[in-house]
């Protein structure tokens, strides 16, 4: 049997891929982002990397949040269910393909753009 004091320690330390190793799955508390890897409360088994593209309604739970998925899963979660930052849980196949693909883009722009500037301070 898995003592939960150990577990909680291990993930207050971020040691997640022990409690992967384990088969245990447990989240990193709340996400306090407006997108990033995050696994909606009772929906499905893997996070995912969500972008927030709502939160203008208000309920009986407070604040409703709209989130959709580089996969295209939809999400809502309120003021009493939040979105869960990812923690231990498995990561989205789908999810992290297209999110590798947009950070590769982005480093190439950046790299490019590093070496166009290069080459115009150069010339006078």
């Known amino acids: ?3 939960m004091n150990e577990v ?3 993930q207050q330390s971020g040691n997640f891929e022990e409690l992967i190793r384990r088969g245990i799955q447990i989240s990193d508390g709340a ?3 407006k997108e990033g890897w995050g696994k909606a409360p009772f ?4 996070a995912h990397y969500f972008v927030e593209v709502a939160s203008d309604a208000i309920g009986k739970h407070g604040r409703h949040r709209f989130w959709r998925a580089e996969c295209g899963a939809e999400a ?3 003021d009493k269910a939040a979105m869960f930052a990812m923690g231990s849980w498995e ?3 789908v999810c992290l393909k297209k999110w590798n693909v ?3 883009s982005v480093a190439t722009l950046s790299m490019h753009n590093e070496t166009v500037s290069r080459h115009d301070g150069g010339q006078t």
């Open 31 to 33: 996400l306090g982002l």
């Open 43 to 46: 929906h499905g088994m893997r």
């Open 102 to 104: 947009k950070r590769s």
């Open 91 to 93: 990561r989205c196949k």
């Open 76 to 78: 809502v979660t309120h």
């Open 8 to 10: 909680i320690a291990l």
């Open 1 to 3: 049997m898995t003592d």
